[in-house]
C-alpha cells in the first residue's frame, strides 16, 4: 500500500468514525423537541432510514474533502504532519508535538469566546430558544461532539474547504506561481470560517422554529471565531492543531454547560 493511499485511508476513517458517532445521538427525541414537530405524529419514514442518510451525506462530503485536500494540500504548502508521519511510517509523536501546545491554548481560548457570545447574546434571544438549546446541548453525546466536532468537522472545513478556497484564490489570481501569499490565507480562513459558522444556521433555525437577525448573528459571529483559530492552527501548525483545538474548545463548553 502506498503512502498516499494509507494518508487517504487514515484521514477517511477518522472522519466517517466521527459521522459514525452521530448515530450515538437520539434522533427520534431530538425530532420531537423541534417547534415544528410538536403536536405532530412521528414521520412515516422509518427511523433506520433517517439514521442512514444522516451517514451518507457527511460520509460522501468527507470522502470528498479528503480527496480534495490530499490533491491540493501539499501544493499551498498545507499538512497534516502527524497524520503524513503515519501515512509514510515515520514516528508519530515527533510530528504531533509542535502542535499539542497551540492546539490546547487555542481551544480554551475560543471556547471561552463562544461561552462569552452565548451569554452577551442570550438577552437577545428567545426564552423559547435557549430552553431547546439547552436541551439539545445535553443530548448530545460527548464523544459525538469530539469526533464530530473535533475531528469530522476540521476534516471537510480545514482540510478540505480552506484548502480549497486558498488554492481556487492563488490560481485565480496569481495563476498558481510561486505559492499563495499570506493574503489568500487569510482570506481562505475568514471564508471557511464563516461558512462553518452559517453551516450551524440550519440547527439553530429548527431549535428557534425560524432565523432572527440577533440569532443569526449570535451563531456566525461565535462560530467564526473557532473557525478563525482554527484555519489559523491548521495554517501555522498542522490540521491536528486544529482537531486538538476544536476538542478543547468543546471540552470549555461542556464545562460552561456543566455548570449553567
Not at 497551540?102 to 428567545?126: D, E, Q, Y
Request: glycine share 8%.
Amino acid at each position: 500500500m502506498s503512502p498516499r493511499l494509507r494518508l487517504f485511508l487514515l484521514l477517511w476513517i477518522a472522519g466517517f468514525t466521527g459521522v459514525l458517532s452521530f448515530l450515538l445521538v437520539d434522533i427520534s427525541a431530538l425530532i420531537k423537541m423541534l417547534p415544528e414537530a410538536e403536536g405532530m405524529s412521528q414521520p412515516d419514514i422509518p427511523m433506520s432510514v433517517i439514521r442512514l442518510l444522516a451517514v451518507i451525506q457527511p460520509g460522501v462530503l468527507v470522502t470528498l474533502a479528503v480527496l480534495a485536500g490530499m490533491w491540493l494540500a501539499p501544493k499551498a504548502g498545507l499538512h497534516a504532519p502527524a497524520t503524513e508521519a503515519l501515512a509514510e511510517r515515520r514516528p508519530f509523536f515527533p510530528a504531533l508535538r509542535p502542535q499539542i501546545i497551540p492546539g490546547i491554548f487555542g481551544g480554551i481560548l475560543a471556547g471561552m469566546a463562544i461561552t462569552t457570545c452565548w451569554l452577551l447574546a442570550n438577552p437577545f434571544l428567545s426564552d423559547e430558544f435557549i430552553a431547546r438549546a439547552d436541551a439539545f446541548n445535553k443530548m448530545m453525546p460527548p464523544i459525538t461532539r469530539f469526533l464530530y466536532g473535533g475531528v469530522t468537522e476540521e476534516i471537510l472545513l480545514r482540510w478540505g474547504m480552506m484548502t480549497l478556497i486558498v488554492c481556487a484564490l492563488w490560481k485565480a489570481f496569481d495563476r498558481g506561481k510561486g505559492s499563495p501569499s499570506s493574503v489568500w490565507f487569510v482570506v481562505s480562513i475568514v471564508a471557511s470560517a464563516i461558512l462553518f459558522g452559517a453551516g450551524h444556521l440550519p440547527i439553530a433555525s429548527a431549535l428557534s422554529g425560524g432565523l432572527t437577525a440577533a440569532l443569526t448573528i449570535y451563531v456566525i459571529t461565535a462560530n467564526s471565531i473557532f473557525g478563525i483559530a482554527a484555519g489559523f492552527l491548521y495554517w501555522k501548525r498542522g490540521l491536528e492543531s486544529a482537531v486538538i483545538a476544536h476538542m478543547f474548545a468543546h471540552l470549555v463548553l461542556l464545562a460552561a454547560i456543566a455548570f449553567s
